[in-house]
C-alpha cells in the first residue's frame, strides 16, 4: 500500500473540499499549503494581487514549507486553484521547496471556468523526475462521484 501525501492550497474552500475528500477515501496526509500572509477576500483585490504575482515570478513565505519525513511518500497529490491560467503562487512556492524526484504525483486543479490551461505544464516544470497521473480539473468543487472516479482509476 502507498503511503500518500495530499498538499494543497484553497483560497475560496473548494480545492479544500476535494483535498479531504482525497483523504477520506485513501487514508493519505493531509498538508494544507498557507501563505503567511493571506490573500484578500475580496474577490478582485485577490485577482488583481494574484495576477500581479505570477508574473513578476513572486513567491509567498509560507507558514511551514517543507515536508517531513517527505521520502516515506510515494504519491503525492497536489491541489491548487487555476489563477491566471497556472498554480496559485503558494503551491508554486511549496513545490519549490520540497524535492518530489522519483514519486508519483497526481495533480487536482479547481476553476470557475479557466479549465487547466497552464496548470499542468507548470507542475511538471517544478517538479521534474517526477510520474504524473492524469490530473483531476474541476469547476468549483466538483463532484464526490467525479472525485472517487479519479481515484479509483489510479494504482493505489
Known amino acids: ?8 492550497y484553497s483560497h475560496s474552500g473548494n480545492t479544500e ?3 479531504k475528500e482525497i483523504q477520506n477515501k485513501t487514508g493519505g ?9 493571506d490573500y484578500p477576500k ?8 494574484a495576477g500581479k504575482e505570477i508574473k513578476s515570478g513572486f513567491l509567498p513565505k509560507l507558514v511551514k514549507t517543507k515536508v517531513e519525513n517527505i521520502a516515506d511518500y510515494d504519491l503525492v497529490f497536489i491541489g491548487s486553484p487555476n489563477w491566471w491560467s497556472t498554480i496559485a503562487p503558494p503551491v508554486s512556492a511549496f513545490l519549490t521547496e520540497n524535492d518530489f524526484a522519483g514519486k508519483q504525483v497526481a495533480a487536482f486543479i479547481t476553476h470557475g471556468g479557466g479549465g487547466m490551461n497552464n496548470t499542468m505544464r507548470d507542475i511538471r516544470n517544478l517538479c521534474p523526475n517526477c510520474e ?5 480539473v474541476l469547476s468549483g468543487s466538483g463532484s464526490i462521484g467525479q472525485i472517487v472516479k479519479w481515484i479509483d482509476s489510479m494504482d493505489i
Open 17 to 19: 473540499k476535494i483535498a
Open 132 to 136: 504524473f497521473t492524469e490530473p483531476l
Open 42 to 49: 475580496d474577490y478582485k483585490a485577490c485577482v488583481d494581487q
Open 1 to 8: 500500500m502507498k503511503k500518500i501525501l495530499i498538499a494543497y
Open 29 to 37: 496526509t493531509l498538508f494544507e499549503i498557507a501563505p503567511v500572509d
